[in-house]
């Protein structure tokens, strides 16, 4: 399968000023997965394939519940097409 892009936006269920060291410990994991992703400022979006960003996303519920989320939110959006789709080809005329 060609590239996805999937964006994760978690919302731990933690203390207010729990949220966004949990947030970072979720950005770091993604970080070192190796995909290609960016951080906006509502949700990181991850470029790779499918399988593999699904795992992450799954990886992210566990790292919220292991710092102390007795419940956790997330919102995932999949943009798929069948050549391929890349984050370059979205927004490279923004920058």
């Known amino acids: 399968m060609n590239n996805v892009n999937v964006s994760l ?5 933690v203390p207010e000023e729990q949220i966004y060291p949990v947030v970072d410990k979720v ?3 993604i970080d070192r997965s190796g995909v290609k992703y960016e951080v906006g400022p509502m949700e990181t979006t991850m470029e790779g394939n499918l399988d593999t960003l699904l795992e992450i996303v799954k990886k992210a ?3 919220c519940v292991e710092e102390g989320a007795n419940r956790v939110v997330s919102v995932v959006k999949i943009d798929y097409k069948v050549e ?3 984050m370059d080809e ?3 005329k923004y920058r």
């Open 9 to 13: 936006q978690v919302i731990p269920n």
């Open 27 to 29: 950005i770091e994991m």
């Open 61 to 63: 519920q566990n790292i």
């Open 84 to 86: 391929g789709v890349t």
């Open 90 to 92: 979205k927004i490279s």
